[in-house]
Structure formats: C-alpha cells, structure tokens
C-alpha cells in the first residue's frame, strides 16, 4: 500500500476509538506513526533501487519489529507530549504498525511478517497497490459529519463485506480458470492476484507442465483473456544460471517469475520476468543476464518498474 493509505488508516483507527485527529492528541500522532514507519526502509533508496526494493518489506516489515517501532515512537512522542500515558501511546503505535503490515499482505507484493522464523514474504492477494475503498471508509471514519451520520460500526461492517466480496471474486476467478484449461494437462499451481489497475480485473498464473500461462479474466464480461504463454527453460541453461546473483536476487525479489534465454553470436541472453504485475502490455519488473558461450557472467542489470532503468547486479 501507498503511504497515504497507510496514514489514513492510522489516523482512522484513532478516530474509531474516539481520539480526536489532532496533531495535539499524542495518541492519534502513535497511531499515524506506527502506520507508516515500516516504510521507513525508504532509506535503503539512497543506496540504490537494487537495495531498496531487495530490502523493502522484508524484517522491517515483520512483526518482531513493530514493538521496537512502538517503543521508539512513544519514547519520541513522550519528549513532546510529557503529561500523556507513555503505555497509551505505545499500543497506539503498535497498533498502527499492526495495520501497515495487515494491508501489505493483502496486496501481491506481499511482506515478510514472520521474520525471522519464516522468510518469505506473506501475501494474500485480495487488494490492489492502490485500493481507493480503503481511503473512502477511513475518510468516513475520520470526517466528523460523516461519523456523526454513519456510526463507525457501520463503516467497519462495510469494509469487512468488501473484504470478503474481494475474496469472493477470487475464489470465483481461480475455479473459472481451472475450468477454462482443465483440458490442457494437469494444473501443477494456479495463482489469482489482483489487476493494477480495475476493480473486476484479475490475473493469473496458471503452471501446466512444460509451460505457464498468463492471462487476465474480466468479471463485468466473465472473459479469460490469454496475454502470454512461456514454455519452460531448458535445464541445462537453467542449471548454468540458477547459481548466479542476479538469479538470487529475482528469487528473493519475486516468488513468481520465468527465466527466458535467447542464443546470440557470441553466448547467451538470459531474461527474468517477475509475473505478479502486468501494466501498458507489459510486466513491470525485469532482469538481464549475459553470459558466454562457456556460460561464464559478463554482466547482469535489474530494471525496475521499466526496462529503460537499469541497476547493475
């Protein structure tokens, strides 16, 4: 999720407790912080998008690490706010924390909340990066007027239908899909996310032997539309990349992603896809790999967000 979201809900569950959204309430200041400092790994930025985006979402965002935030905002905010309860405000910023983490598994890109027992990042694939319903009912919950008309409880019970109604429909795509290529061999993973863009936009993943399918269903037309099919990587070119960095990197970056290689007059052109977004008829993030003809690295980029950017590995 975008900061703004993050801070919203924040400040939204201040409000629901009855805080008044003020920069003199020390506690709705916990909660806002909490909400957003996890993404506080920002910083990683400074020594490159290779840093920041191996890094983001991994132990920062686990739930060890929100009671240390926790207790570094309140022992901050307790220097400004010296009469309020320094406990009230450290379970006010665990709990903004807790929600930063919640709202990040919903998402594709996941976080690695259970660090440092279990590594990879958690993801639960329900909502899009940027999911305005959750902006509109923390507003609701925050504005006043609003809250004077419909009672917080309401509001909630509004957004916990929009939970399960996301749920709903990718349940509904994930049995579409298995219907549509039941004919085509076995189905050895199936993974359903939500589009970066469109709220009845779905794609997915979908691993039958020797190949992956990706595609796109539409629930306003109930269409499947088919956007790419990879065949799998030979594995004696597999075997000569999977021990490279850049391979390492793409399998910590992505747990969702396919190795293409191309043969050129002087050795090998390996290319990694990560397969969880597809935006403007293309994947968003990518990798670039060139090997010899004896299978020796000469170079490896990583281009994020575009294949214009590119961040030596």
């Keep these: 999720m975008d900061p703004i979201t993050h801070g919203v ?24 912080l909490g909400a ?61 924390c807790f929600s930063h983490l919640l709202l990040d598994i919903t998402n594709s890109y996941g976080a690695q909340i259970l660090w440092p027992i279990y590594n990879k990042k958690i993801t639960l694939d329900l909502l899009l990066v940027y999911d305005p319903m959750l902006i509109i009912v923390s507003l609701a919950i925050i504005i006043p ?8 409880i309401i509001t909630l019970t509004i957004l916990l239908i929009y939970f399960f109604i996301r749920y709903w429909m990718k349940l509904y795509v994930k049995k579409k ?48 539309r088919i956007i790419e099919v990879m065949g799998d990587l030979d594995k004696k070119l597999f075997r000569a990349i999977r021990d490279t960095k850049v391979a390492k990197f793409f399998a910590e970056f992505t747990p969702l992603f396919h190795i ?11 290319s990694f896809i990560d397969l969880r977004y597809y935006i403007a008829k ?28 590119n961040v030596e590995i």
């Design 9 to 32: 809900v924040g400040l939204a569950m201040a409000a629901y407790t009855g805080e008044a959204i003020s920069i003199a309430s020390p506690y709705a200041m916990s909660s806002l």
């Design 36 to 96: 957003v400092i996890p993404d506080a790994d920002i910083v990683m930025q400074f020594k490159g998008d290779y840093s920041y985006l191996k890094n983001h979402r991994g132990m920062s965002h686990s739930i060890p690490f929100i009671f240390l935030y926790g207790g570094a905002i309140a022992i901050t905010l307790s220097l400004l706010y010296p009469e309020a309860s320094f406990l009230k405000m450290y379970l006010y910023a665990v709990a903004g």
């Design 145 to 152: 007027s609003v809250k004077n008309k419909i009672h917080p």
């Design 177 to 224: 899909v298995e219907s549509y290529f039941k004919d085509q061999g076995n189905i050895l993973l199936i993974r359903v996310m939500p589009s970066m863009v469109g709220f009845v936009k779905w794609h997915f993943v979908i691993k039958i032997k020797g190949k992956r399918i990706i595609g796109e269903c539409n629930l306003l037309s109930r269409k499947i």
């Design 260 to 270: 293409k290689c191309d043969k050129t007059d002087r050795g090998y052109v390996y």
């Design 282 to 309: 293309d994947f968003l993030h990518h990798a670039t790999a060139i090997m010899d003809e004896n299978f020796k690295l000469i170079t490896s980029v990583f281009h994020p967000y575009r294949k214009t950017r």
